[in-house]
């Protein structure tokens, strides 16, 4: 039998890692309801961003927060690049051609990993003096509750560009319907580069704020990658609220599951939501057919 305040202890702590959760299914969210392109190397620019943070952490003593926002530079242009040079050319060639090339980027940025950094598994410092917080009891490590005011920044800013600019009222247009966006005078191309850029940048910063909590290897790529899908289904394709929530639901399940069942069910935990609501509720909580918020 648990203990109460162990599991009041381990839902605090999966809210907490919900946000991180939420963070980086969100850029996988914008991208496919905006572009309708399955980004399967988006956990690996999560590892490609962790790996920034976790490099400037080592060889120049900088703390992962300012890692986060280098990672997310780094990887916004990256995105930008990506989508300019490459996906422009294979977007209208068929379904699989952008799932192809995007799949090989994940092996390619696996391999670079591992030749680059090698194997072994490393992680940063918060680098922030602070004290464990305590909360109805349960104790709540310092970097976590960081990560998480972080990762609800990040959401609300992302939000907030999409709901009052006018890039992100065009993205939105884009999104409901890319014709009459054009007729409207949208370059819904910029628009696609862009979407990418952030959706790319996003992923960055989550992996750089998960360096501060897990240690980060370069095969990390594909676990994240499913976490991110488990998040978007859960709570709807483009839904930025949606995205939240199911982050949220997401990292308290793993930790409670964690708990009682131990660290190697994590992963099949997530697998698990993923497809039970893959079959419940496809649309996910938040989701509808017609895009983004």
Same mark, same amino acid.
């Given at each position: 039998?648990?203990?109460?305040?162990?599991?009041?202890?381990?839902?605090?702590?999966?809210?907490?890692?919900?946000?991180?959760?939420?963070?980086?299914?969100?850029?996988?969210?914008?991208?496919?309801?905006?572009?309708?392109?399955?980004?399967?190397?988006?956990?690996?620019?999560?590892?490609?961003?962790?790996?920034?943070?976790?490099?400037?952490?080592?060889?120049?003593?900088?703390?992962?927060?300012?890692?986060?926002?280098?990672?997310?530079?780094?990887?916004?242009?990256?995105?930008?690049?990506?989508?300019?040079?490459?996906?422009?050319?294979?977007?209208?060639?068929?379904?699989?051609?952008?799932?192809?090339?995007?799949?090989?980027?994940?092996?390619?940025?696996?391999?670079?990993?591992?030749?680059?950094?090698?194997?072994?598994?490393?992680?940063?410092?918060? @680098? +922030?003096?602070?004290?464990?917080?305590?909360? $109805? %009891? &349960?104790? !709540? *490590?310092?970097?976590?509750?960081? =990560?998480?005011?972080?990762?609800?920044?990040?959401?609300?800013?992302?939000?907030?560009?999409?709901?009052?600019?006018?890039?992100?009222?065009?993205?939105?247009?884009?999104?409901?319907?890319?014709?009459?966006?054009?007729?409207?005078?949208?370059?819904?191309?910029?628009?696609?580069?862009?979407?990418? @850029? +952030?959706?790319?940048?996003?992923?960055?910063? $989550? %992996? &750089?704020? !998960? *360096?501060?909590?897990?240690?980060? =290897?370069?095969?990390?790529?594909?676990?994240?990658?499913?976490?991110?899908?488990?998040?978007?289904?859960?709570?709807?394709?483009?839904?930025?609220?949606?995205?939240?929530?199911?982050?949220?639901?997401?990292?308290?399940?793993?930790?409670?599951?964690?708990?009682?069942?131990?660290?190697?069910?994590?992963? +099949?935990?997530?697998?698990?939501?993923?497809?039970?609501?893959?079959?419940?509720?496809?649309?996910?909580?938040?989701?509808?057919?017609?895009?983004?918020?």
């Amino acid at each position: 039998m648990v203990a109460t305040d162990l599991l009041v202890e381990s839902v605090l702590n999966g809210l907490l890692l919900g946000g991180i959760y939420a963070v980086a299914a969100l850029g996988l969210s914008l991208v496919f309801g905006i572009m309708d392109i399955v980004n399967l190397a988006h956990g690996h620019m999560l590892m490609v961003g962790a790996y920034v943070a976790i490099v400037l952490f080592t060889a120049l003593g900088l703390t992962p927060i300012v890692g986060m926002v280098v990672a997310f530079a780094v990887l916004f242009v990256l995105g930008m690049a990506l989508q300019r040079v490459v996906l422009e050319r294979v977007v209208g060639e068929g379904m699989e051609q952008p799932i192809i090339v995007l799949f090989g980027l994940a092996l390619i940025l696996e391999s670079l990993g591992r030749i680059v950094v090698g194997s072994d598994a490393q992680a940063t410092e918060i @680098g +922030i003096p602070g004290d464990a917080i305590s909360i $109805a %009891g &349960a104790t !709540l *490590s310092f970097p976590r509750v960081v =990560t998480f005011v972080l990762s609800i920044a990040l959401i609300l800013g992302t939000w907030a560009f999409l709901k009052y600019t006018t890039t992100g009222l065009a993205i939105r247009a884009t999104a409901q319907n890319s014709s009459a966006a054009q007729y409207m005078g949208v370059d819904t191309d910029n628009i696609y580069v862009l979407t990418l @850029g +952030i959706g790319t940048g996003l992923a960055g910063a $989550a %992996g &750089a704020l !998960l *360096s501060m909590l897990f240690p980060i =290897t370069p095969y990390v790529g594909w676990s994240y990658l499913l976490k991110a899908f488990a998040v978007v289904v859960l709570g709807g394709v483009g839904s930025v609220a949606g995205t939240l929530v199911g982050g949220l639901i997401l990292g308290v399940s793993e930790n409670v599951g964690v708990l009682y069942l131990g660290g190697g069910f994590r992963d +099949i935990i997530s697998f698990g939501i993923f497809v039970l609501v893959l079959l419940v509720r496809p649309h996910g909580l938040f989701g509808s057919s017609g895009g983004g918020e």
